[in-house]
Protein backbone atom coordinates (compact mmCIF):
# COMPACT_ATOMS: atom_id res chain seq x y z
CA UNK A 1 0.00 0.00 0.00
CA UNK A 2 1.59 3.95 -0.96
CA UNK A 3 -0.48 5.51 1.67
CA UNK A 4 -1.92 7.77 -0.21
CA UNK A 5 -3.24 10.81 1.50
CA UNK A 6 -5.40 13.93 -0.32
CA UNK A 7 -5.55 17.73 1.03
CA UNK A 8 -6.50 21.08 0.02
CA UNK A 9 -10.36 20.73 -0.17
CA UNK A 10 -12.62 22.86 1.28
CA UNK A 11 -15.28 25.54 0.97
CA UNK A 12 -14.98 27.99 -2.14
CA UNK A 13 -17.48 30.27 -4.07
CA UNK A 14 -18.19 29.64 -7.81
CA UNK A 15 -15.71 31.26 -9.57
CA UNK A 16 -12.70 30.56 -7.35
CA UNK A 17 -10.22 28.15 -7.03
CA UNK A 18 -8.47 25.30 -4.86
CA UNK A 19 -5.50 23.04 -5.43
CA UNK A 20 -5.64 19.56 -4.25
CA UNK A 21 -2.35 17.85 -3.23
CA UNK A 22 -1.90 13.92 -2.97
CA UNK A 23 1.11 12.61 -0.86
CA UNK A 24 2.30 9.05 -0.09
CA UNK A 25 3.45 8.36 3.00
CA UNK A 26 4.91 4.54 1.84
CA UNK A 27 6.56 5.27 -2.04
CA UNK A 28 7.90 7.74 -4.22
CA UNK A 29 4.84 9.07 -6.56
CA UNK A 30 7.79 9.28 -9.55
CA UNK A 31 7.59 5.91 -10.28
CA UNK A 32 3.56 5.92 -10.71
CA UNK A 33 0.65 6.59 -12.75
CA UNK A 34 -1.57 8.72 -10.88
CA UNK A 35 -5.04 9.68 -11.35
CA UNK A 36 -7.43 12.58 -9.70
CA UNK A 37 -10.97 10.95 -9.62
CA UNK A 38 -14.49 12.31 -7.59
CA UNK A 39 -17.64 11.21 -6.31
CA UNK A 40 -20.84 13.66 -5.81
CA UNK A 41 -23.00 12.87 -3.18
CA UNK A 42 -25.46 10.33 -5.30
CA UNK A 43 -23.34 9.65 -8.47
CA UNK A 44 -20.86 7.28 -9.44
CA UNK A 45 -17.15 8.19 -8.78
CA UNK A 46 -15.52 9.50 -12.05
CA UNK A 47 -12.72 10.31 -13.74
CA UNK A 48 -10.65 14.52 -13.74
CA UNK A 49 -7.29 14.00 -14.29
CA UNK A 50 -4.10 11.90 -14.79
CA UNK A 51 -0.66 12.01 -15.25
CA UNK A 52 1.88 9.84 -16.67
CA UNK A 53 5.38 8.79 -15.18
CA UNK A 54 8.76 9.39 -17.64
CA UNK A 55 7.19 12.04 -19.47
CA UNK A 56 4.44 13.62 -17.32
CA UNK A 57 1.44 13.25 -20.22
CA UNK A 58 -1.88 14.56 -19.07
CA UNK A 59 -5.41 13.82 -19.55
CA UNK A 60 -8.36 15.27 -18.53
CA UNK A 61 -12.29 14.82 -18.04
CA UNK A 62 -14.06 16.92 -20.51
CA UNK A 63 -15.71 18.69 -18.21
CA UNK A 64 -12.28 19.86 -16.75
CA UNK A 65 -10.67 20.97 -19.55
CA UNK A 66 -9.25 24.51 -19.58
CA UNK A 67 -9.88 25.13 -15.57
CA UNK A 68 -7.91 22.43 -14.44
CA UNK A 69 -4.29 21.46 -14.45
CA UNK A 70 -2.89 18.69 -13.42
CA UNK A 71 1.17 18.55 -12.09
CA UNK A 72 3.43 16.23 -9.91
CA UNK A 73 6.88 17.57 -8.00
CA UNK A 74 9.12 14.54 -7.36
CA UNK A 75 11.01 16.36 -5.23
CA UNK A 76 8.10 17.04 -2.89
CA UNK A 77 6.67 13.53 -3.90
CA UNK A 78 3.59 14.98 -4.58
CA UNK A 79 1.01 15.39 -7.56
CA UNK A 80 -0.95 18.21 -7.47
CA UNK A 81 -4.18 19.17 -9.13
CA UNK A 82 -4.67 22.78 -9.48
CA UNK A 83 -8.67 24.09 -10.11
CA UNK A 84 -10.00 27.38 -11.62
CA UNK A 85 -12.98 28.91 -12.28
CA UNK A 86 -14.79 26.10 -10.01
CA UNK A 87 -18.44 25.58 -10.53
CA UNK A 88 -21.27 24.08 -8.43
CA UNK A 89 -21.30 21.01 -10.62
CA UNK A 90 -17.53 20.15 -9.21
CA UNK A 91 -19.00 19.46 -5.92
CA UNK A 92 -17.56 16.16 -4.72
CA UNK A 93 -15.17 14.28 -2.37
CA UNK A 94 -12.04 14.17 -4.67
CA UNK A 95 -9.64 10.80 -4.47
CA UNK A 96 -6.13 10.36 -5.55
CA UNK A 97 -5.59 7.01 -7.12
CA UNK A 98 -2.91 4.52 -8.83
CA UNK A 99 -3.82 3.95 -12.28
CA UNK A 100 -2.18 2.42 -16.04
CA UNK A 101 -0.41 4.23 -18.72
CA UNK A 102 -2.28 6.03 -21.67
CA UNK A 103 -5.92 7.63 -21.12
CA UNK A 104 -7.09 4.80 -20.17
CA UNK A 105 -6.21 6.08 -16.95
CA UNK A 106 -9.48 8.24 -17.04
CA UNK A 107 -11.15 4.71 -16.57
CA UNK A 108 -12.31 3.97 -13.19
CA UNK A 109 -11.87 0.14 -13.58
CA UNK A 110 -7.94 1.03 -14.28
CA UNK A 111 -7.50 2.38 -10.89
CA UNK A 112 -5.37 0.64 -8.24
CA UNK A 113 -4.86 2.01 -4.57
CA UNK A 114 -6.67 5.04 -3.39
CA UNK A 115 -6.58 7.63 -0.88
CA UNK A 116 -9.36 8.68 1.58
CA UNK A 117 -10.68 11.75 -0.38
CA UNK A 118 -10.84 15.27 0.23
CA UNK A 119 -13.80 16.75 0.07
CA UNK A 120 -14.70 19.94 -2.08
CA UNK A 121 -17.64 22.27 -2.06
CA UNK A 122 -18.49 25.12 -4.45
CA UNK A 123 -21.35 27.08 -2.79
CA UNK A 124 -22.57 30.29 -3.06
Known amino acids: QLGLVESGGGLVQPGGSLRLSCTAS????????IGWFRQAPGKEREAVSCIGVSDSTTYYADSVKGRFTISRDNAENSVSLQMDNLDVEDTGTYYC?????????????????WGRGTKVTVSS
Open 26 to 33: ASSLENYH
Open 97 to 113: ATTVRGRGCLERRNAGS
